[in-house]
Nanobody, 126 residues
Framework: VQLQASGGGLVQAGGSLRLSCAAS????????GGWFRQAPGKEREFVAG????????GYADSVKGRFTISRDNAGQMMFLQMNNLKPEDTAVYYC????????????????????WGQGTLVTVSS
């Protein structure tokens, strides 16, 4: 499975962006998914995760209430809706997939994921 992240860009504080992650070479229907981000000089950190079926989601405290992770029923796309963006959200955002997995639940550990997209840059100006 190959992942391609897109949708990043420059936005003012308080604005919104929607990131997309497209799968090729297979389907994501049997995979748990996640979004991570890496700011300059910092470690890559967990942002949001979603279970195989989409019924379970989880978020980092820093984005809870502002970001929403979702996936399409066809198993080809994953999304991250980002609202009320802040300058501290500036980072390269990566989508990731783990699997195939047999059950529900999402994963927060970076090491749990098997496949990664190339990253898309989000810059939030103050």
């Amino acid at each position: 499975v190959q992942l391609q992240a897109s949708g990043g860009g420059l936005v003012q504080a308080g604005g919104s962006l929607r990131l997309s992650c497209a799968a090729s070479g297979g389907t994501l229907s049997a995979y748990a998914g996640g979004w991570f981000r890496q700011a300059p000089g910092k470690e890559r950190e967990f942002v949001a995760g979603i279970s195989r079926g989409g019924g379970s989601t989880g978020y980092a405290d820093s984005v809870k209430g502002r970001f929403t992770i979702s996936r399409d029923n066809a198993g080809q796309m994953m999304f991250l809706q980002m609202n009320n963006l802040k300058p501290e959200d500036t980072a390269v955002y990566y989508c990731a997939a783990k699997g195939p997995v047999g059950g529900g639940g999402y994963f927060q550990m970076r090491s749990a994921y098997d496949y990664w997209g190339q990253g898309t840059l989000v810059t939030v100006s103050s």
